[in-house]
Structures are given as C-alpha cells and as structure tokens.
C-alpha cells in the first residue's frame, strides 16, 4: 500500500504503525508471516485481514494512545 497523509493530522496512526514495526521485531515478523498468506489471493481477503492484525476496533491494537 501507498498511503498519502496531511503532515501533524491527529487522527494520522500510519508512521505510529510504521516505528512501531521497526522497534518490534517479533511483531515485524507476524505481520509479514500475515502478509504472505494473502501472496496471489484476493486483496480485498488481505485488506480484512490487516485491519483484523492492526486492530479492527478503529484503534491499533499495539498503539499506545
């Protein structure tokens, strides 16, 4: 994914997400073992799946907020 966002935007968790995958390798590692079961399938199938891992609930679920 590409993702475009509005620099200091309070609702912006995607570089949160992202240092939080390079200070957590163990977590770095589940999420791309999640990636590749989708390598071929349907986007859409990956899609739910990552929102499931992030946190489904709106809120990331490893984030500290």
Same mark, same amino acid.
């Given at each position: 994914d590409? !993702? !475009?966002t509005i620099i200091d935007y309070n609702k912006d968790d995607f570089? *949160? !997400?992202r240092d939080a995958l390079i200070d957590?390798?163990?977590l770095l590692?589940?999420?791309n073992e999640m990636k590749m079961?989708?390598?071929g399938k349907l986007y859409?199938?990956? *899609?739910k799946a990552k929102i499931e891992f992030?946190?489904?609930n709106g809120k990331v679920r490893f984030l500290k907020y």
């Open positions: 590409l !993702v !475009v570089y *949160r !997400v957590n390798p163990e590692k589940e999420y079961q989708f390598e859409g199938d990956y *899609r992030l946190g489904g």
